[in-house]
T-cell receptor, first 111, second 112 residues
C-alpha cells in the first residue's frame, strides 16, 4: 500500500541553524501539506502546495519557512534560522481528491 | 475564527465497553470532516464524512455527521486494548487547499 515517507525521523539542531525536512508524498497525489504538532498540543496547519506553488499558508509560516518540490517526488520544508519554539513533530501529508494521508513525522528538537 | 472542539479530552474504559467520542465545529466553507487515529506518531485515516445522516462503518468503528447541528460522533463498540490511542477530528475547508483544522483529540485508554 502506498504511503507518505519522511526523513529524518529525528533531527536535533542548534538555535539559528537551518534545517531541511524531507517528504516523499504518495506518487499520484497532487496536493501536499506540512503540519506541525508541538508536544501536548493540537496538530496545526502550516502550508499547502499545489501545482508547484503555495496555495495557502498559516500565520506560523513566516519568512523563516519555505517549501519546495525540487523534483517529481520530494517535497521539502526548510526552516532558515531555527528557534527553540520550532521544536515539534512535523508531519507531511498528501492527497489526491479526498482524504489526506500523513507521513510518520520528523521530530525536530532545537537546543 | 475556525475551531474544532472534541470531548471528552480523555476516556478510560475496560475492554468490551462501547465509547462515543464527540466533535463539534465552527468552520467557514465546510467541505468534509475526518477522523484519524494517532497512536505513536502519524495520524492514520479512519473516516471522511461529507453528508449529514449517512453512517460510515468499518468493523467496530462507526461515525456520523450532523451538518445542521455542526457535530460528528465516532463510536467504537466492544473496545479492545489495541483501540488505545488519541482520536483526532479534523475539518476540511475550501476545496482548492482543503487544509485541515484539528481538534485537540480524545485520548482513549482501554484496559483489559
Amino acid at each position: 500500500e502506498p504511503e507518505v515517507t519522511q526523513t529524518p525521523s529525528h533531527q536535533v539542531t542548534q538555535m539559528g541553524q537551518e534545517v531541511i525536512l524531507r517528504c516523499v508524498p504518495i506518487s499520484n497525489h497532487l496536493y501536499f501539506y506540512w503540519y506541525r504538532q508541538i508536544l501536548g498540543q493540537k496538530v496545526e496547519f502550516l502550508v499547502s502546495f499545489y501545482n508547484n506553488e503555495i496555495s495557502e499558508k498559516s500565520e506560523i509560516f513566516d519568512d523563516q519557512f519555505s517549501v519546495e518540490r525540487p523534483d517529481g517526488s520530494n517535497f521539502t520544508l526548510k526552516i532558515r534560522s531555527t528557534k527553540l519554539e520550532d521544536s515539534a513533530m512535523y508531519f507531511c501529508a498528501s492527497r489526491d481528491y479526498y482524504e489526506q494521508y500523513f507521513g510518520p513525522g520528523t521530530r525536530l528538537t532545537v537546543t | 475564527e475556525d475551531k474544532v472542539v472534541q470531548s471528552p479530552l480523555s476516556l478510560v474504559v475496560h475492554e468490551g465497553d462501547t465509547v462515543t467520542l464527540n466533535c463539534s465545529y465552527e468552520v467557514t466553507n465546510f467541505r468534509s470532516l475526518l477522523w484519524y487515529k494517532q497512536e505513536k506518531k502519524a495520524p492514520t485515516f479512519l473516516f471522511m464524512l461529507t453528508s449529514s445522516g449517512i453512517e460510515k462503518k468499518s468493523g467496530r468503528l462507526s461515525s456520523i455527521l450532523d451538518k445542521k447541528e455542526l457535530f460528528s460522533i465516532l463510536n467504537i463498540t466492544a473496545t479492545q486494548t489495541g483501540d488505545s490511542a488519541v482520536y483526532l477530528c479534523a475539518v476540511g475547508g475550501a476545496y482548492n487547499t482543503d487544509k485541515l483544522i484539528f481538534g485537540t483529540g480524545t485520548r482513549l485508554q482501554v484496559f483489559p
